[in-house]
Nanobody
Framework: QVQLVESGGGLVQPGGSLRLSCAAS????????MSWYRQAPGKERELVAT????????TYADSAKGRFTISRDNGKNSLYLQMNRLKSEDTAVYYC?????????WGQGTQVTVSS
């Protein structure tokens, strides 16, 4: 059974930084297109960033451009999201998603709270 486990969330002040990680197991990670999503209270889940299998292609939501960086290490079966200059509106549960052979896999999420 595929497992995606997010970590690295927490409470941070506005303007601060966090690095999220997603560890994958029982998945051919190097062949999966990986993404970060987030869901704020009372809102729908939204795409934050996506990275291709070889890291050559990355896309970002407008809200993440210039502040967030998605990356992956296929040797470690891991996905990352470096988040800088965090704002209160970045507060959400952040989810890791794998898309492989037309199937979706999701992690349980990690809470990010941006507050002074």
């Amino acid at each position: 059974q595929v497992q995606l486990v997010e970590s690295g969330g927490g409470l941070v002040q506005p303007g601060g930084s966090l690095r999220l990680s997603c560890a994958a197991s029982r998945l051919t990670f190097s062949r999966a297109v990986m993404s970060w999503y987030r869901q704020a209270p009372g809102k729908e889940r939204e795409l934050v960033a996506t990275i291709g299998t070889t890291s050559s292609t990355t896309t970002y939501a407008d809200s993440a451009k210039g502040r967030f960086t998605i990356s992956r290490d296929n040797g470690k079966n891991s996905l990352y999201l470096q988040m800088n200059r965090l704002k209160s509106e970045d507060t959400a549960v952040y989810y890791c998603r794998a898309f492989l052979y037309s199937r979706d896999y999701w992690g349980q999420g990690t809470q990010v709270t941006v507050s002074s």
